[in-house]
């Protein structure tokens, strides 16, 4: 196990902007304060539902399951049965979650169940299996209580969708998840084009114990069975209680060829910050593209053992909610490389 000290020596990450979160002088015998933070916009309330549960001295785990139901209650054209449909127009939805210990549950190509990331930690807790996916996933969600829902569009999703086949392309929009959040008018956009939703959160709590989440309605009019990189542990999250968790945000075919969550990990395991360990596995995928990286976002953010935490992106936009008291969550712009 890497020890405490060891991360203090980590660079800082802009820690003076943010006053109510203290770093320094921590020892093995200092209790570690709770944290969460998430992705975009919609963290915010994502945030306040992790906090009611962080702030009590409840566990990270229970936190990041209870903050992205909050974004997948959401009747809009974001993560979950509100999102936009796939290219047939159908919504299926992926989620994944994992905690301390590194068990992890996951659910993929998900139809008609309002809570994956719910199904997803009942996988991870009640089945030898890491990830079920399609039919088999929604038999499983039902056989646990969860009701079917109906099959039905929001009015977002079905007004995007009709505005997305007037055209049928299918083209990356960069930095989607940030545009016009509830209530979302998705068919105001000049090419009708929606792209990835996404919802991933990191939580450390009382006892200084990590878990993280990431729940999604994948790109907007995907072909039908495409699945991201959100549901695959190592690409769109990953936790390691002695080193640090990350997620992602962004183009999930990306991420997934890097195995980026894992990547990120791994480098603050070598000793870098959150931050820098961000920035080096944004700098891989911008590599392995050969820098043409002109219609491609990725974002990713991390927490250490230490309780610090950062982000990076490929370009200009991607953003994150951190709370760590009961004032609630600020919003901070990720830095980026292009």
């Avoid at 990830?131 to 829902?149: D, K």
């Avoid at 998840?177 to 105001?188: D, S």
């Avoid at 009382?206 to 959100?230: E, I, V």
Wanted: proline share 4%.
């Amino acid at each position: 196990m890497l020890h405490r000290r060891h991360f203090l020596k980590l660079g800082t990450l802009g820690v003076s902007a943010f006053p109510f979160i203290s770093y320094g002088n921590r020892n093995s015998s200092s209790a570690p304060r709770p944290l969460v933070i998430s992705t975009w916009n919609e963290g915010i309330n994502a945030n306040k539902a992790a906090w009611s549960i962080l702030g009590k001295g409840g566990s990270a785990l229970d936190a990041v399951e209870a903050g992205v139901r909050v974004t997948e209650d959401s009747i809009n054209c974001c993560v979950g049965l509100g999102a936009n449909p796939d290219r047939d127009g159908r919504v299926t939805l992926d989620a994944s979650i994992m905690d301390e210990h590194g068990n992890c549950g996951a659910v993929a190509f998900l139809e008609r169940i309002k809570h994956p990331i719910s199904v997803a930690r009942r996988v991870m807790e009640k089945t030898p299996h890491v990830m079920l996916v399609g039919e088999g996933a929604q038999r499983f969600a039902v056989a646990e209580g969860f009701p079917l829902e109906a099959e039905k569009l929001s009015s977002d999703a079905e007004a995007a969708y009709k505005k997305w086949l007037e055209k049928s392309q299918y083209k990356p929009i960069v930095n989607i998840e940030n545009i016009g959040h509830g209530p979302f008018a998705p068919a105001t956009l000049d090419n009708g084009n929606l792209n990835h939703d996404t919802i991933g959160m990191l939580a450390m709590d009382a006892a200084g114990n990590m878990s993280g989440s990431c729940t999604t309605s994948g790109m907007g009019f995907k072909m039908r069975g495409r699945l991201g990189d959100s549901p695959i542990i190592g690409a769109g999250l990953f936790v390691d209680n002695e080193v640090g968790c990350a997620t992602s945000s962004g183009l999930g075919e990306e991420v997934i060829k890097v195995c980026g969550t894992h990547l990120v990990v791994e480098l603050m395991r070598q000793g870098h910050s959150p931050e820098k360990a961000c920035r080096l596995a944004v700098e891989r995928i911008v590599k392995r593209n050969k820098g043409n990286v002109k219609d491609i976002q990725v974002g990713f953010i991390a927490i250490n053992k230490a309780g610090e935490y950062g982000a990076y992106a490929i370009q200009k936009g991607f953003n994150y909610a951190v709370c760590s008291g009961d004032s609630g969550s600020v919003m901070v712009d990720a830095k980026f490389l292009v």
